[in-house]
Nanobody, 125 residues
Framework: QEHLVESGGGLVQPGGSLRLSCLASGRIVSGYVMGWFRQAPGKERELVAAVNWSGFRTRYPDSDEGRFTISRDNVEYMVYLHMNSLKPEDTGGYYC??????????????????WGQGTQVTVSS
């Protein structure tokens, strides 16, 4: 059964950094596009980063301004989201997701088939 488990969220001060981790079942890691989504309070879930199956191609929404970096380690079955210069508006639930279609890259959450349970990130002083 395919599944995803996120970890690494927490409380961080503005300007700080966090690394989120997503442990994926082996079948997911082998070929699917992987994405990280953020859902801020009262807002829609939105893509913040995506990476193709090899890890060599990525996509980020313009609003991230280079603060986020997605990576994957297919040997360890892990997908990571490194977040720097965090702002209060980065607060929300962060979700790891897999897109079975392997299209590079869907941005809508409806295209992602498998979801983790999420990890909370709170940026506050």
């Amino acid at each position: 059964q395919e599944h995803l488990v996120e970890s690494g969220g927490g409380l961080v001060q503005p300007g700080g950094s966090l690394r989120l981790s997503c442990l994926a079942s082996g079948r997911i890691v082998s070929g699917y596009v992987m994405g990280w989504f953020r859902q801020a309070p009262g807002k829609e879930r939105e893509l913040v980063a995506a990476v193709n199956w090899s890890g060599f191609r990525t996509r980020y929404p313009d609003s991230d301004e280079g603060r986020f970096t997605i990576s994957r380690d297919n040997v360890e079955y892990m997908v990571y989201l490194h977040m720097n210069s965090l702002k209060p508006e980065d607060t929300g639930g962060y979700y790891c997701a897999a897109d079975r279609s392997r299209v590079e890259f869907h941005t809508a959450k409806s295209n992602y088939d498998i979801w983790g349970q999420g990890t909370q990130v709170t940026v506050s002083s």
